[in-house]
């Protein structure tokens, strides 16, 4: 069997085995993707992705953000530059936390990408933002909006936002709504991602005191650990053309979350997922990916491993 044609056969039974195990949701347009609940350690049964190219140390993408206190707005050009696709990475350090797996997906399907992101700034209309956001916040919403209607649209923006910063506010919903919509009506796809749960104030210390039984002595409930709950993804999901991909069940088998899954510790920090643990959400983001965003119509095959 000819290379490309082996991959692509591996990606139809990965979304296969996906459906399977229950892992995939779909409502008309939207689909949400929690991963298995059949294991009790959150073990992805997904194939191999060589994570050989990955560079998981550009988490924090360099110079392209602007930080939590800073006025500003800055745009950055990734991936394949001579791509069909043009796709954009928006949203705080929780989308942040995904650049280094969507950059790979990126190269894997020859996208053209651009980086936009400020810390601890939900996505929405300037117009409708509550007061209580930050004034810098407001105004680089105010120039999101500008940059989008000025250039031309996106064919896929994937976007998450912290829930510690949106804290579940109908107002920041409204907001979240509004900027999605305008995309949509432009022909734009959506990708949003439910924000991850969050670990007990004193994790590390607890893994450093309990050792081998951290991981369930260390844990919290699914409820504890998504408060406040990320409200975001809720309020597009019935659009047409947006994805949700929620991870739920990969972070917390069972409803338990623990600190710690297969060896390797979830968390950076109190709120931050750690890197070691991306990476063993590239397969998932990548079963949830539309398929039309696989492919080069300029080829009648998929562009993979290239």
């Not at 949106?166 to 979240?176: C, F, I, K, L, T």
């Not at 309990?210 to 597009?236: F, N, T």
């Amino acid at each position: 069997m000819k290379p490309r044609l082996r991959l692509a056969v591996a990606f139809v039974l990965m979304v296969a085995l996906l459906w399977i195990t229950g892992g995939a949701h779909t409502k008309g347009n939207n689909v949400s993707l929690q991963g298995s609940n059949s294991g009790s350690n959150g073990q992805s049964t997904l194939p191999h992705i060589d994570e050989g190219r990955i560079d998981w140390s550009k988490t924090e993408s360099g110079n392209c953000l602007v930080a939590k206190d800073n006025f500003g707005f800055t745009a950055c050009a990734r991936g394949d530059g001579n791509g069909f696709w043009n796709v954009a990475f928006i949203g705080d350090s929780h989308m942040r936390q995904y650049f280094s797996d969507l950059d790979f997906l990126a190269r894997k399907y020859h996208w053209r990408v651009t980086y936009i992101s400020k810390s601890a700034c939900p996505v929405g209309a300037q117009a409708m933002l509550p007061k209580h956001l930050s004034a810098s916040c407001r105004d680089w919403n105010g120039h999101l909006e500008k940059y989008l209607a000025e250039h031309t649209p996106f064919n896929l923006i994937f976007n998450s936002n912290s829930a510690f910063v949106s804290h579940a506010s109908s107002d920041v919903a409204a907001a979240y709504r509004t900027l999605v919509k305008s995309q949509l009506q432009r022909g734009t796809a959506w990708f949003a991602i439910w924000d991850n749960p969050k670990p007990r104030l004193d994790f590390l210390d607890c893994i450093a005191t309990k050792g081998k039984l951290a991981r369930l002595r260390c844990s919290l409930h699914y409820e504890q650990s998504m408060r406040p709950l990320d409200v975001l993804p809720a309020a597009i999901q019935n659009f047409k053309n947006v994805t949700t991909l929620d991870l739920r069940s990969v972070f917390c088998p069972n409803d338990l979350c623990s600190p710690i899954i297969n060896g390797i510790t979830v968390y950076r920090d109190k709120s931050h997922i750690s890197n070691a643990f991306s990476q063993t959400l590239v397969g998932y983001l990548d079963a949830a990916i539309p398929n039309r965003f696989r492919k080069d119509p300029h080829y009648p095959i998929l562009r993979l491993g290239h």
